[in-house]
């Protein structure tokens, strides 16, 4: 079946814009979550959604992060006035189960370059 | 930080060699996982090991975890060059919403 998709797969944008990632889960999965990944580094959590409760945003950066999840399913992770910092690979992972007890499925990612 | 560390950063290995990876953390866990990453691509689920768990096997890979030292070690044997990628441990805490991800070890297989 369909895996997690995420769109676009590249984004250059020039610092001060705002951008929009998508995040097609796996069809069901209730546990959606974004991850940001510097180059070389390990991810970063930002956000985590389950099912209609509220999101745990405990880990976006800073104000200008924000990440909507639309009828249990597609999520947008939104950066405003983005900054070269910014600058990293998006990830969206899904899981059926509640929590960290199943593994997670990733998608291939976006790769945002600020300029 | 409840993140996770492994050891080494980099590994350079023949084909047919045996790799090793191992993996420590800070805090009490649900459960350890191992994910695999090819470059540009996203995260694959290796296995997963509850707390309660000490070795779990899967095909050409073996998990062990050890609690009281708070470590882990990830085995592959007889690699091959198609295992060519970085791999990462994740740990989850009990009522966690996420799980912490390493910096991961990169490895290398030569053929």
């Known amino acids: 079946g369909a895996g997690v998709s995420q769109s676009p797969s590249n984004k250059v944008t020039e610092k001060g814009k705002d951008v929009e990632l998508r995040c097609d889960p796996i069809?069901?999965?209730?546990?959606l979550y974004w991850y940001r990944q510097s180059l070389g580094q390990g991810l970063e959590f930002l956000i985590y959604?389950?099912?209609?409760?509220?999101?745990?945003k405990s880990g976006l950066p800073s104000d200008r992060f924000s990440a909507e999840r639309t009828g249990g399913s597609v999520s947008t992770l939104t950066i405003q006035r983005t900054q070269q910092e910014d600058s990293a690979v998006y990830l969206c992972?899904?899981?059926?189960?509640?929590?960290?007890?199943?593994?997670?499925?990733f998608g291939n990612g976006t790769r945002l370059t600020v300029t | 930080s409840q993140q996770g560390e492994e050891d080494p950063q980099a590994l350079s290995i023949q084909e047919g060699e045996n790799a090793t990876m191992n993996c420590s953390y800070k805090t009490s866990i649900n459960n350890l996982q191992w994910y695999r990453q090819n470059s540009g691509r996203g995260l694959v689920h290796l296995i997963l090991?509850?707390?309660?768990?000490r070795e779990k096997h899967s095909g050409r890979l073996r998990v062990t975890l050890d609690t009281s030292k708070k470590s882990s070690s990830l085995l592959i044997t007889a690699s091959r060059a198609a295992d060519t990628a970085s791999y990462f441990c994740?740990?989850?805490?009990?009522?966690?919403?996420?799980?912490?991800f390493g910096t991961g070890t990169r490895l290398t297989v030569i053929p």
């Open positions: 069809s069901g999965h209730t546990a």
């Open positions: 090991i509850r707390s309660n768990e």
């Open positions: 992972a899904s899981s059926p189960l509640k929590g960290v007890g199943s593994p997670l499925h």
């Open positions: 994740a740990t989850g805490g009990t009522g966690a919403n996420n799980l912490f």
């Open positions: 959604f389950q099912g209609n409760s509220a999101p745990d």
